[in-house]
Every structure is written in structure tokens, then in C-alpha cells.
């Protein structure tokens, strides 16, 4: 009888998500404090929601039609009911306003860190699970909860070292837009056709920065085929109507008055279009006020937002300093937030209109970039490792580390099997600072052993003579027990001068 073949698993991480190790970790929650400082001093206040929502209360704003289940993750309940893993944090965010709504004071401030999950086709830096972090404030009608955001966006930039002139919060407004499109004949409505067309529109607008206006032009045209083979069908606007899209994404300007100007030019006699304009001149006079200038927030008419739920102003905030893309060629990072106005996503709720606007940092493209303008950064430095070279003196060694936690030093001690050697080589993958010695000896003369690994392995890169490496011991000093902690202190404060 054949013997029965074990099943193995293969080990891999789903396809369009992906393991993060500690640096990353580490990273990603000191940009969290920072982000986190900053909208605690505008006054908000933190909040978490389910990661799961019934699909009909996350509704349907997902650009990406032809992905499964729209582009969310979702399943059915054992009571037939469809739940999805939440798209962004906004919807949950309206959801939540709804069912609290008079318990909730108005305005409500918030803001919310969290994976999102999105079922996108994976590549290269796009993945399914990524992290937000939100901030919103629901229930103030007013340009200037709008005009705070772009504050709050630029300030928390600004802390986390990304420095004026490397970033522009960039501001639009969906009615202006809409106004654009009520003179080209696609002003909104229930009809569907007109309603893909605008849709259409919005997408290819909103892929100027990756595409140029020559892209976004075919977009609206007859459609455009990329580098693949693959067709994109297009709009089909009209030459002139073309031209009025392009004319009203190219009037962008650092002089926030003069694209104001131009835009009440553009939209004509269409009532919303002037509502929007009118809305910009306000948030640009509350800026002005504020000491927030067109080098930190300007107004581009191309910001457009991929989600369809936006219904006033649309923020952006773009990092302008030059990386390399795939093929070698200068390329802007591009954008790290957005967001916008929002007043109708509560009213599928409550059937009333509640205003409501907020913008997200995506903290995964921040991140990236921050690594990138901090390229000469070191590895973030480990615990402190306590050797273990006597099983019987484990309760000492035990002891030897819970002093350095409780003196509020990171410690850890040692519980692999391996000897003095391999434990070193652990400690500088765990990327430790100081190794804590001791064995026979030092119990018997009543020291420890401190040996400096970040000095020591500045001083290898200097010294090439193995017998001098040896009879010296660089980085390397015997303490009395009782000095353990003072000791320690001291090393890491010469080392690591912020610990």
C-alpha cells in the first residue's frame, strides 16, 4: 500500500499584500505620533471603527467597476447578510454619525488610523491592505472646516521634516467641475448613460499627473491604448467639449485669486459652477488669514478624486521633490493625501443632508517617501541583550535584565540554546546596542560585561589586524554588578544620544 503523502502548505503571503518587519513597524508608529500630535492640537479626537460593514451601508464609490464585488473584499453572513472589509475609513465614519446621530456632538471632530482593504489588481506599490489615517470633521456646513483641513494636512507635513517647497496641498472643487460639465451637456442626473460619461470624465482627469494632458485628452476623446495593447474606452466628447475639460484642468496657479478668475470664466452662468467658485474665494481668504500662502496650498482644478460620494471642495497634498522611477527617469512622488466635502454620504442614512469633510493620509506612500528624503537614517537600535552562558544562573541573569526595565531601558534576555557566539551574532541582527556579559568569571569577581556593539562595529571598519582586534577587546569594559545600570545608561547615552 502506497504511504499516504503528507499535504504542505507552501508559505507565501497573498497575493497583493505583503509582512512587515520591525523597522517598518517602528517607522510607521513614529510618523503615526507625529501625524497624531498634530490633529490633537486642531482639537480633534480619536476614534475606531469595525473593520467589517454591511455592504449596503459602505455603498457603492469605488471607481473600479470591473473589479469583483466592485472592488471590495466581501462575504455572505450565516443570515444571508452581505458583509465587506471597509474600503477607506469614511464610509464607516458616515455609518457611525448615522446610528449616534443625536448623541454626537455637532460638529464631530475625529481622526482614525487603520488598514483599509481594497480587491485591486496588484503591482508594483499597490496593494489590497493598506493603512489610513483620517481626520474629519461631520456636521459644520461652513468653507471653513474645508479651510482647516488644508491646514492641518500642510502643519502635520511640515512636522513629520518634509520641508516648504517639497510639498503643495492642492484644492478644487467638485461644483466647479460639475458646472464645467453642465456647459458641455453632462450635468448630473439620474440617466445612466450620462452618468458612466461623467464617471468616464472623472477618471480621466484625475490620471493627468501619471498620463499628461495628451492621455487625458484620449480619455476623453475616442479612448486610449497603453504600452500593453490594452484599450480604455473613452468618453467621446466632442472636440470643443475637450477642449473646455482641458482648459479647466490646466488653470492651476500658486495665485489662488487668479484661478479663481479664471474658473468663474470657465463655468459661465452654471449656477453650481459659481456656488464652487465662490466656496474657493472663501477658503482662500480664510488661508490668507490663517498666514497659509499659495507655496503651501494652492488651488488646481485637475484634483478630482477617484471616489464618487465627493460634493464640494477636493484636497490633495503632493510631494514635489524628484525621485527616479523604474526606468531612470526624474519623476515627482506624487501624492501622499487626499480628500474632500462629502455632504451627502450621512444622508443615505438619514435621508437629510448632514455636511460633512475630511482628508486621508496614506500612510504606506508616506512612509516611502519619508524613507526616501531620509535615505542615511540607521537601523532603529534593538534592546539591550542580557547573555545567557550558565543555565543554572538563569534567575541572575533574570534579574540583571528586569533592573534595566525597570530603570526604563529596553532589555531582553537571551532564551535560545545556542552558545556565547551565536548569541553575539543574535544580538547584532536584533541590531542591539550593548550585549550584557556574564560568565564564570564575572559571577566570581562579582562584574558584568558590557560589550558596545554599535562602537565595535564602527571600530572593525578601522582595524584589520585580527591580533590586535583581540588583545585590545575595543568597545569593550567590565563593571562592577552593582554599576550594571548606571553603566548601561552611560553607554547607550554616548551611542545613542536621543535614548
Request: aromatic share 8%.
Amino acid at each position: 500500500m502506497a504511504k499516504k503523502k503528507t499535504f504542505r502548505p507552501k508559505a507565501r503571503v497573498p497575493r497583493g499584500l505583503r509582512d512587515q518587519f520591525a523597522g517598518d513597524v517602528m517607522a510607521r508608529q513614529a510618523a503615526l505620533d507625529t501625524i497624531r500630535a498634530v490633529y490633537d492640537s486642531y482639537g480633534f479626537e480619536p476614534l475606531e471603527t469595525s473593520a467589517f460593514e454591511y455592504a449596503d451601508a459602505l455603498g457603492k464609490f469605488l471607481p473600479d467597476s470591473d473589479r469583483p464585488n466592485e472592488g471590495v473584499f466581501a462575504l455572505r453572513d450565516d443570515d444571508d447578510q452581505w458583509l465587506a472589509l471597509r474600503y477607506d475609513l469614511t464610509a464607516p465614519l458616515a455609518r457611525l454619525v448615522a446610528e449616534h446621530f443625536d448623541a454626537l456632538p455637532k460638529p464631530f471632530r475625529r481622526y482614525q488610523f487603520g488598514p483599509v482593504w481594497r480587491n485591486e489588481k496588484p503591482g508594483p506599490g499597490r496593494y489590497r491592505e493598506f493603512f489610513q489615517f483620517d481626520v474629519d470633521t461631520v456636521g459644520a456646513p461652513v468653507m471653513a472646516a474645508d479651510a482647516e483641513l488644508c491646514m492641518v494636512l500642510s502643519d502635520a507635513l511640515e512636522a513629520l521634516g518634509i520641508a516648504r517647497g517639497d510639498y503643495m496641498v492642492r484644492v478644487n472643487n467638485r461644483k466647479i467641475l460639475n458646472g464645467v460639465l453642465e456647459t458641455i451637456g453632462a450635468a448630473h442626473g439620474d440617466d445612466p448613460e450620462i452618468a458612466q460619461k461623467r464617471l468616464t470624465i472623472l477618471r480621466a482627469v484625475d490620471k493627468l499627473d501619471r498620463l499628461g494632458v495628451e492621455g487625458v485628452r484620449l480619455l476623453l476623446g475616442a479612448g486610449r491604448r497603453d504600452e500593453s495593447g490594452d484599450f480604455t474606452e473613452g468618453a467621446h466628447l466632442s472636440e470643443d467639449q475637450i477642449a473646455q475639460v482641458i482648459a479647466f484642468i490646466e488653470a492651476g496657479d500658486p495665485d489662488r485669486a487668479k484661478v479663481c478668475a479664471t474658473l468663474r470664466a470657465l463655468v459661465g452662468d452654471s449656477a453650481v459652477g459659481c456656488e464652487g467658485v465662490a466656496e474657493l474665494e472663501e477658503i482662500d481668504h480664510l488661508l490668507s488669514a490663517a498666514g497659509f500662502a499659495g507655496d503651501r496650498v494652492c488651488f488646481d482644478p485637475s484634483v478630482v478624486r477617484g471616489l464618487g460620494y465627493y460634493t464640494g471642495p477636493v484636497i490633495e497634498a503632493e510631494l514635489t521633490f524628484e525621485v527616479l522611477d523604474e526606468k531612470g527617469n526624474k519623476v515627482q512622488f506624487g501624492s501622499v493625501a487626499g480628500g474632500g466635502r462629502y455632504d451627502d454620504l450621512v444622508k443615505r442614512f438619514k435621508g437629510v443632508e448632514v455636511p460633512a469633510t475630511g482628508v486621508s493620509i496614506g500612510v504606506d506612500r508616506l512612509l516611502a517617501a519619508l524613507r526616501l528624503l531620509n535615505s542615511d537614517t540607521a537601523q532603529p537600535a534593538g534592546p539591550v541583550i542580557v547573555l545567557v552562558l550558565d543555565a543554572a544562573k538563569m534567575g541572575d541573569y533574570q534579574k540583571m535584565v528586569g533592573e534595566l526595565r525597570a530603570a526604563g531601558i529596553r532589555a531582553e534576555l537571551y532564551l535560545g540554546g545556542s552558545g556565547m557566539r551565536a548569541q553575539l551574532k543574535y544580538a547584532d541582527k536584533r541590531h542591539a546596542p550593548i550585549a550584557v556579559i556574564a560568565g564564570e568569571d564575572e559571577f566570581a569577581a562579582g562584574e558584568v560585561t558590557l560589550k558596545d556593539l554599535l562602537l565595535g562595529s564602527r571600530l572593525s571598519a578601522e582595524i584589520s589586524d585580527n591580533k590586535a582586534w583581540r588583545e585590545d577587546q575595543p568597545a569593550q569594559i567590565s563593571v562592577p554588578r552593582a554599576e550594571l545600570v548606571a553603566a548601561v545608561r552611560d553607554m547607550l547615552a554616548r551611542d545613542l544620544p536621543a535614548v
